[in-house]
Nanobody, 119 residues
Framework: VQLVESGGGLVQAGGSLRLSCEASGATFSIIQMGWYRQVPGKQRELVATITSRGDSTSYAESVKGRFTILRGNAGNWMYLQMDSLKPEDTALYYC?????????????WGQGTQVTVSS
């Protein structure tokens, strides 16, 4: 599975951005997709996840009510709508896909897209 993110950039506090992630390859094996973020010197943290069918989502407490994770109609697209952005949302955002093959699960990652929120 290959993942490519897009949509990052510089935005003022209170603004919005929409991140996109396109999955290709063995997308039939994806059971869950998600967004993670990381700032230098800190561990990568979970932002939001969505099941392959799009019927269940989860969010980090810090983004609840501000971010929305979505699956595209085509199935191989995923989005993160980020509203009411805060400077502390500044990070490198990664797209994640979790696949299942037999009894094993595998994680795949995109290259990351930078989000910078100015105060």
């Amino acid at each position: 599975v290959q993942l490519v993110e897009s949509g990052g950039g510089l935005v003022q506090a209170g603004g919005s951005l929409r991140l996109s992630c396109e999955a290709s390859g063995a997308t039939f094996s994806i059971i869950q997709m998600g967004w993670y973020r990381q700032v230098p010197g800190k561990q990568r943290e979970l932002v939001a996840t969505i099941t392959s069918r799009g019927d269940s989502t989860s969010y980090a407490e810090s983004v609840k009510g501000r971010f929305t994770i979505l699956r595209g109609n085509a199935g191989n697209w995923m989005y993160l709508q980020m509203d009411s952005l805060k400077p502390e949302d500044t990070a490198l955002y990664y797209c994640n896909a979790r696949t299942e093959r037999g009894f094993f699960e595998y994680d795949y990652w995109g290259q990351g897209t930078q989000v910078t929120v100015s105060s």
